[in-house]
């Protein structure tokens, strides 16, 4: 069974940096790719960056490019999100999620079938 907790969401000044953590279980770490989505109340869920575990390949959403940097642990089965230059418009729940594919982008939520319960980022100017 793969369960997916993350972490390290918080509350933060606009400017300032958080990491969230994602702890995986329940799969074979190889071959799989983590991804981080986000979401706040009244909107879809959208995806923000991704890496498959095999190669670190990453892929990334436009509006985090250069402000957020995903990684792995991969003898602790951990997915971090590096997240710096905090904007209030990075304010939403987390989710991290994981799927069984490598993709030169981040997939819609409908074709993930895991996924975590969330941690709140909340950015404040």
């Known amino acids: 069974q793969v369960q997916l907790v993350e972490s390290g969401g918080g509350s933060v000044q606009a400017g300032g940096s958080l990491r969230l953590s994602c702890a995986a279980s329940?799969?074979?770490?190889?071959?799989?790719?983590v991804a981080w989505f986000r979401q706040v109340p009244g909107a879809e869920r959208e995806g923000v960056a991704s890496?498959?575990?095999?190669?670190?390949?990453?892929n990334y959403a436009a509006s985090v490019k250069d402000r957020f940097t995903v990684s792995q642990d991969r003898a602790n089965n951990m997915v971090y999100l590096q997240m710096d230059s905090l904007q209030r418009e990075d304010t939403a729940m987390y989710y991290c999620?994981?799927?069984?594919?490598?993709?030169?982008?981040?997939?819609?939520?409908?074709?993930?079938?895991?996924w975590g319960l969330g941690t709140q980022v909340t950015v404040s100017s």
């Open positions: 329940g799969l074979i770490w190889s071959f799989y790719s």
């Open positions: 999620a994981v799927y069984s594919f490598k993709a030169g982008f981040i997939p819609l939520p409908s074709a993930i079938p895991y």
């Open positions: 890496i498959y575990t095999a190669d670190n390949h990453s």
